[in-house]
């Protein structure tokens, strides 16, 4: 299990325990952390659950595939640190991750 920060565009914390083995948008979805929509239910086919990944995380987490990258072209504001977090796996390597809504999702 992983301790995942969420804030919401307008600054609004989200602190919960997510188990291993789900996705990152697994917990937002579990959890009702508005900003993360996840239409496609995790298959990463619609970029409605693009976060920022905050600090040194987007470097600690595994790197993105093809697909991902390719699916973030239809996001809202992409930044460099930008990911679909229906990629992100939770492990307990997860531990602390903290994540940000953008402004909105398509």
């Given amino acids: 299990m ?17 188990p291993n083995g789900l996705s990152v948008m697994d917990g937002a979805k579990r959890f009702t952390i508005p ?3 996840g239409d496609c239910g ?15 995380w987007f470097e600690r ?17 992409v930044q460099d640190n930008s990911r679909l977090c229906c990629q992100i796996k939770i492990d307990d390597s997860a531990d602390g991750l903290i994540v940000r809504t953008p402004k909105r999702q398509y």
């Fill in 42 to 56: 995790g298959a990463g086919a619609c970029a409605t659950c693009h976060v920022y990944v905050e600090g040194d």
């Fill in 61 to 77: 987490l595994p790197p993105m595939e093809e697909l991902e990258r390719d699916m973030l072209d239809f996001a809202f504001e």
């Fill in 2 to 18: 992983a301790k995942v920060t969420y804030i919401e565009n307008g600054g609004t914390e989200h602190h919960v325990d997510v």
């Fill in 35 to 37: 900003g993360i929509e």
